[in-house]
């Protein structure tokens, strides 16, 4: 057995097939190897389940397992920065949050202080370390970065922009190299009890509850004006802060009739007022409101510190949502220590609170900033 074998690895196992085919990996490497289920806000019951499956999985693969409770953390910087954020008039991202704050911010400091080598996850994302001759003073070192997973529609890495190189110098993401067929195919031949349970959708803490009727329990529903771009009055919507960019279903009571509503192109938000409380909308897919083609961003952060060359504008390549496709744009410097990013063509759909993250041509991830 090599030496790196007998490296401590705590894995952040959620009770699905991902984090389970994560600790099947690394303990069949020679590994020794941790489970841990993070114990946060849940609203229907499902992580009683989650935290059975993955005790269940610890115990066929015959590693220890421990449940760590950090649901009032969680509380308050996961879903209060998400409940604050709507009420602010913007679309927060509580995944990004989630991650900086719970996975590699608690989850990672109490391992390493436990005395893990590593800490692992079952994000779909690579991490590669290269030697690289740095720019400033010429030497070389090792980089850490985190690039896109081999699975494109899997690929989490658009969530993990706030992590630093520190940080990933004691990380692992055992199935970044895997299609998720493949993952399913691995946790079947090892007979793990959660080879097949279903992926989790929408926001993990929210369960079948939607995000409307979560935030109605802490935003009071106001009735407002819908208008389009044009200024046209159309109906009444139910508050601001329960919208988003790019929004089709707008659950609003419209001025006109269904056979008038049957000759119009499909709404989508445009623009939102949280003062007035107005939600302008704009009519048919590809209208030229929906798009812009330079956006103002805050926090922006680089994985490697020696990335942070804005000063005279860097062409990258960028998104500003989940799974879309990477768009070429000049990031440099903004006013009052902000940052603005200029696409080569305009985007679709840009929401502020949500994150728009730095990559490379080659998939390797710069970082990130969150959009104003």
């Not at 926090?299 to 990258?316: A, D, E, L």
């Amino acid at each position: 057995m090599s030496s790196f074998s007998r490296k401590l690895i705590f894995v952040g196992m959620s009770g699905g097939v991902d984090s389970s085919a994560a600790a099947y990996l690394l303990k069949k490497r020679g590994y020794d190897v941790v489970g841990v289920f993070m114990r946060c806000y849940n609203l229907d019951g499902c992580a009683e389940r989650d935290a059975e499956d993955a005790r269940r999985v610890a115990e066929h693969i015959q590693i220890p397992f421990y449940v760590w409770d950090f649901e009032e953390e969680y509380k308050e910087r996961v879903v209060k920065y998400m409940v604050d954020g709507y009420r602010a008039g913007i679309t927060p991202n509580p995944d990004v949050m989630c991650n900086k704050e719970i996975k590699f911010g608690l989850f990672f400091r109490r391992a390493r202080a436990m005395g893990a080598d590593y800490v692992a996850t079952g994000h779909y994302v690579r991490l590669k370390a290269e030697s690289r001759k740095l720019e400033v003073g010429g030497r070389r070192r090792d980089i850490f970065q985190l690039c896109v997973a081999k699975d494109k529609n899997k690929d989490q890495s658009y969530f993990l922009w706030t992590l630093t190189e520190e940080q990933l110098k004691h990380c692992l993401f055992p199935i970044g190299d895997y299609l998720k067929p493949k993952v399913r195919e691995i946790a079947r031949e090892a007979e793990l009890p959660t080879a097949d349970k279903k992926d989790s959708q929408g926001i993990c803490f929210l369960g079948d509850i939607s995000i409307g009727d979560f935030l109605k329990q802490y935003i009071p529903a106001k009735r407002g004006v819908l208008m389009t771009t044009t200024g046209e009055d159309i109906g009444r919507h139910y508050g601001a802060a329960f919208y988003t960019i790019g929004q089709r279903h707008l659950n609003a009571d419209f001025n006109f009739s269904k056979k008038g509503a049957a000759s119009r192109k499909p709404f989508y938000v445009a623009e939102k007022n949280i003062k007035r409380n107005i939600v302008v909308v704009a009519e048919g897919s590809e209208n030229a409101a929906l798009y812009k083609n330079e956006i103002e961003l805050a926090g922006v952060h680089f994985i490697n510190p020696h990335n942070k060359r804005t000063h005279k504008g860097v062409p990258i390549f960028a998104r500003v949502r989940y799974r879309q496709p990477l768009a070429k744009a000049v990031l440099s410097p903004g006013t009052r220590g902000k940052a603005k990013l200029v696409f080569g063509h305009p985007q679709k759909f840009i929401a502020a609170g949500q994150s728009a993250v730095f990559y490379e041509k080659n998939g390797a991830m710069l970082g990130g900033g969150m959009i104003l």
